[in-house]
């Protein structure tokens, strides 16, 4: 097998700018600004080595229905040094989480469009 690793991973947005409140804001994510321009409006986050991107488009799935713990929806997962600091910041915003239920030092939250989110402490 030839994969090394994962290099990006697009999230879907109805609003760019609100979604970077939450990622940039909240979650303390760097913008990388060297976007090419794809014809939508959009950002790319910086994560390590690896990128977020935030594509602003109509979003084919359903926004009712969905899981109401995000580990049972599809979710991207990031690790983290401080999950404390950031639960914080999540109570600060006024953004509702879950712990993880596999007993790791885990949580799952949603950004603003409903895209689960793992943080995990290392």
């Not at 979604?19 to 994560?47: C, E, H, I």
């Not at 488009?57 to 995000?70: I, K, T, Y």
């Not at 690790?79 to 799952?108: K, N, W």
């Not at 603003?112 to 989110?117: K, S």
Request: some cysteine; proline content about 5%.
């Amino acid at each position: 097998m030839n994969i090394l690793r994962i290099h990006h991973v697009s999230v879907i947005t109805a609003d760019t700018g609100r979604a970077l409140q939450f990622y940039q804001g909240v979650l303390g994510l760097q913008r990388d600004d060297n976007r090419p321009d794809l014809g939508y409006p959009g950002a790319w986050l910086k994560v390590g080595d690896e990128q977020i991107h935030l594509l602003e488009l109509s979003n084919p799935d359903p926004a009712e229905g969905r899981p109401a713990h995000g580990g049972r929806d599809r979710h991207l997962a990031l690790l983290v040094t401080d999950l404390e600091a950031l639960r914080r910041a999540l109570d600060q915003a006024g953004i509702g989480y879950s712990l993880s239920r596999s007993g790791r030092v885990a949580l799952f939250c949603r950004d603003p469009d409903g895209n689960a989110i793992e943080l995990i402490e290392t």
